[in-house]
C-alpha cells in the first residue's frame, strides 16, 4: 500500500512530457494482438462494411431499402429496448449477489461463487430450452401457481418480451457478478466504516460512498451486458415471439433466406455505428476512462 | 513485414495442399443436409446403397447453410457436391447462378413428378403443411379446414404457425378467406395479412420440426400448421393428436449441385439414385416424407402410406416455389413490417 502510494506520488510529481513517452513505452509489446486483431478480425469486418455499398450496385440502395421499410427501425428499436432491459435488470439482481459473495465467510463465497460459474459451463441451447419448459403455459411455473389458486389463467411468460428477457437476464448475471466482485472484493471495508464514524446514515454510506467505489465494476459489467445483448441471436429466436424480433434474427434471415449480404451488412454497419456512438457516450461518463479525463478532470 | 509474407505463404500453401488432396480423392462426393433423422435416413436409403453400387464414397456434411453455400460458390473454393435445400430456395440459387445445370441424360426427368424437378434441381422428397390439432384442447367438433385456424371462438387456444417468411402461412390465410385454390397467386399480401390480424395475438411462431410437436404435444398451442411427418411421428409415439388433410399445402426440397462442385460427375450419379424410384421410396418408408418419384408409391409400407401426403393429393395445394423464389425477398419485407407492427 505504502508503495503503491509512493508510485503514485512520483507519477503525479513528474513532468508531462516523461508521462506521455511512458504511456507508449509498451507499445511494441502489442504488436502481435493488433497484427492478428488487423488479420483476423478488422479486416474481414472492413470486408463486410464494403458489402453494404458495393453489393448489388454500389451506391446507397441497401441503406435506402433498411429505411423505406418500417421493419427496420422497430427490429433496431427492439434490439436497443431488450439490451438496455435486460442490462438494468441483471446489474439488479447481480448487485446484491456480488455483495454476498464479498461479505460471506470465504470458504462460502467461493463456493457461491463457483455456482454462478456454473451455469456458464452448461450449453446455451440446454439452459435456453430449460426456460422453455420452466415458463411455458403448460410449464412448471404455472402449474405450480394453477395447483395453489393463484392464478386461473396461465401466465403468458414465453414467446413474448417477457420470455427474451428473464432468459437473458438469467445467462447475462455471471457477466456482471464477475467484475462487481472483483471491485467490491477491493474495497477497504474500514472506509465505510470511516464513512459511518463521520456521521453518515447507512443510506447515505451506500449511495454516496459504497456505490461510487463499485462503479468502476458496475461499468464494465454493464457494457459487457449490454454489448453481448445487442448480438445475441438463439435466446430471443427461441424464447421470444417473432413480434420482438431482434436485430441478429433480421441479419440471419437476409443472410440465410434471401442472399441479401448487401442489406445484411449495411444492418449489421447502423448497428456498430450506433453501438460505437452509445460506447463513446459511455466512456464520456465513466470518469476513469482516457475520453473523459479531458473534461471531467 | 517478412513475419506476414511468411503468413501468407504458409497459408496458401496449406490451399494448395488441401485442393490436391481434394483432386487425389476423386471418387467421392460431399453430401450436406439438415442433419438429425433425415440426413440418417438419408444416408441409409440413398448413400450407402450407392457406394455399394458405385464404389464412390459418401461423405456426409452439415447442416446445409445458404449464406455458406453462396460464399463458396463466390470465392470459388466449393467443397459440397450435393446439398438438400428448400424447393424455393433451390430456385432462387439457380436464377442467382449459384448452381450447375443438371445432366438429364444420367437422371430420369420423365418419371420425376414434374412439380419436383427444375433444370438445377431434383426433389429430394415433398412434404406438407397440414392442420394439426390437440383434442384435449378443443371443444367436441373436429376442425377439418384451414378456416378453423382463424376461429378462435369455436376452437380456443393458441395456433402454431412456421416462423419464417416462406411459402406457407399466407395461402393458408388465403383459403381460410375463400381465396380459390387456383386463383393463390399473386399472392393478395394486404388480405392474406387482414386475416392474419385477427389472430395475431394468439399465434406462437415455430421455427423448427421438434420445437411444433413439443407446442402441440404439451397443449401449448390447440392446432396449428405442421409438417405431415412431424404430426405423424407424434401419432406413432401414441400423443393424442388429430390431423385434417384438407388442402394440404405441398413443399418439397431439392437436391441441388453447386456451381463448380469438385465431383460433378460423381454427383450426377448420386442425384440419378436418390431421385430413383428404389432410393425415394425407402427414404419415405424410414422418413414419413412423400417421395417424388411416380415409380415409389407402390413400393411405401401398407402401414404407412395412407399418412404421406401421396394419399391426399385429391386435396392438395402446390405451393408456388418459382412464385416465391422471384417474390421471396419483397415478401420478406412487408411480412416483417407486418409481425413488428
Known amino acids: 500500500m505504502t508503495a503503491l502510494r509512493t508510485t503514485l506520488v512520483d507519477t503525479a510529481t513528474s513532468g508531462k512530457a516523461r508521462l506521455a513517452s511512458d504511456r507508449w513505452r509498451g507499445a511494441p509489446y502489442l504488436l502481435p494482438a493488433l497484427i492478428f486483431l488487423g488479420l483476423f478480425f478488422l479486416a474481414p469486418l472492413i470486408g463486410l462494411l464494403l458489402r453494404g455499398i458495393l453489393e448489388p450496385t454500389p451506391g446507397l440502395s441497401n441503406y435506402a431499402q433498411l429505411f423505406a421499410n418500417s421493419a427496420y427501425s422497430k427490429v433496431l428499436f427492439n434490439t436497443f429496448a431488450v439490451a438496455g432491459l435486460v442490462t438494468l435488470i441483471s446489474l439488479l439482481l447481480a448487485f446484491p449477489l456480488a455483495w454476498a459473495i464479498t461479505l460471506v465467510p470465504r470458504g462460502w463465497g467461493r463456493a457461491l461463487l463457483g455456482i454462478v460459474l456454473l451455469s456458464m459451463w452448461t450449453s446455451l441451447l440446454a439452459r435456453t430450452y430449460s426456460w422453455l419448459v420452466l415458463l411455458q403455459a403448460s410449464g412448471v411455473i404455472n402449474k405450480v401457481l394453477m395447483a395453489f389458486g393463484v392464478i386461473d389463467q396461465p401466465l403468458e411468460m414465453v414467446h413474448n418480451l417477457t420470455g427474451v428477457v428473464i432468459g437473458m437476464t438469467y445467462i447475462m448475471i455471471p457477466f456482471i457478478v464477475l467484475p462487481l466482485q472483483a471491485t467490491m472484493s477491493a474495497i477497504d471495508p474500514m472506509v465505510l466504516q470511516a464513512g459511518s464514524i463521520c456521521g453518515a446514515s447507512p443510506w447515505r454510506n451506500f449511495f454516496r460512498v459504497f456505490i461510487p467505489l463499485c462503479r468502476p465494476g458496475i461499468f464494465s459489467g454493464a457494457l459487457m451486458v449490454f454489448v453481448m445483448s445487442l448480438g445475441y441471436y438463439v435466446t430471443p429466436a427461441l424464447l421470444g415471439g417473432a413480434q420482438n424480433m431482434m436485430l441478429p434474427e433480421f441479419i440471419v434471415q437476409q443472410v440465410q433466406s434471401f442472399l441479401n449480404w448487401g442489406v445484411a451488412s449495411a444492418a449489421a454497419a447502423l448497428l456498430i455505428v450506433i453501438t460505437l456512438a452509445l460506447f463513446y457516450v459511455y466512456l464520456k461518463l465513466q470518469p476513469e476512462s482516457p475520453a473523459a479525463s479531458a473534461t471531467a478532470r | 513485414m517478412v513475419f506476414r509474407k511468411r503468413i501468407v505463404a504458409a497459408f496458401c500453401a496449406s490451399l494448395i495442399g488441401s485442393a490436391a488432396a481434394a483432386s487425389a480423392a476423386a471418387d467421392t462426393v460431399n453430401f450436406v ?281 385429391a386435396d392438395q395445394v402446390t405451393l408456388d416455389f418459382a412464385y416465391w423464389a422471384k417474390h421471396g425477398g419483397e415478401i420478406a419485407g412487408r411480412w416483417n413490417e407486418w409481425l413488428v407492427k
Open chain 2, 33 to 313: 443436409s439438415w442433419g438429425g433423422t433425415t440426413q440418417d435416413a438419408q444416408t441409409q436409403a440413398w448413400a450407402d446403397p450407392f457406394s455399394a453400387e458405385t464404389g464412390v464414397t459418401v461423405v456426409q456434411d452439415g447442416p446445409t447453410d445458404y449464406g455458406k453455400l453462396k460464399a463458396m460458390v463466390e470465392s470459388g473454393n466449393v467443397q459440397w457436391d450435393v446439398v438438400d435445400v428448400e424447393a424455393d430456395f433451390a430456385m432462387r440459387a439457380a436464377n442467382e447462378g449459384l448452381l450447375e445445370p443438371l445432366d438429364f441424360s444420367v437422371i430420369q426427368r420423365d418419371r420425376i413428378d414434374p412439380r419436383f424437378v427444375s433444370d438445377h434441381g431434383v426433389g429430394s422428397f415433398y412434404f406438407s403443411f397440414v392442420l394439426g390439432y390437440n383434442p384435449s384442447r378443443i371443444g367436441a367438433s373436429k376442425p377439418d379446414s384451414w378456416s378453423a385456424l382463424f376461429d378462435t371462438k369455436t376452437y380456443p387456444g393458441k395456433r402454431a404457425l412456421y416462423k419464417w417468411p416462406s411459402p406457407g402461412v399466407i395461402e393458408l390465410a388465403l383459403l381460410a378467406d375463400g381465396v380459390a385454390e387456383d386463383k393463390l397467386y399473386p399472392l393478395d399480401l394486404d388480405r392474406a395479412f387482414k386475416k392474419l390480424d385477427a389472430i395475431k395475438k394468439d399465434i406462437v411462431w415455430w421455427g423448427g420440426g421438434a420445437q411444433s410437436q413439443q407446442l402441440l404435444a404439451s397443449g401449448e398451442v390447440s392446432m396449428g400448421q405442421f409438417w405431415n411427418g412431424r404430426i405423424h411421428a407424434l401419432q406413432q409415439e401414441g400423443a393424442p393428436v388429430g390431423v385434417s388433410w384438407k388442402q394440404n399445402l405441398v413443399m418439397a426440397d431439392f437436391l441441388v449441385i453447386p456451381k463448380g462442385a469438385p465431383n460433378k460427375a460423381a454427383a450426377m450419379k448420386f442425384l440419378a439414385n436418390a431421385s430413383g424410384a428404389k432410393g425415394q421410396a425407402e427414404f419415405a418408408n424410414l422418413t414419413a416424407y412423400a417421395p417424388v418419384n411416380l415409380d415409389s408409391v407402390q413400393s411405401l409400407d401398407a402401414d404407412l402410406a395412407p399418412n404421406l401426403p401421396t394419399a391426399h393429393e
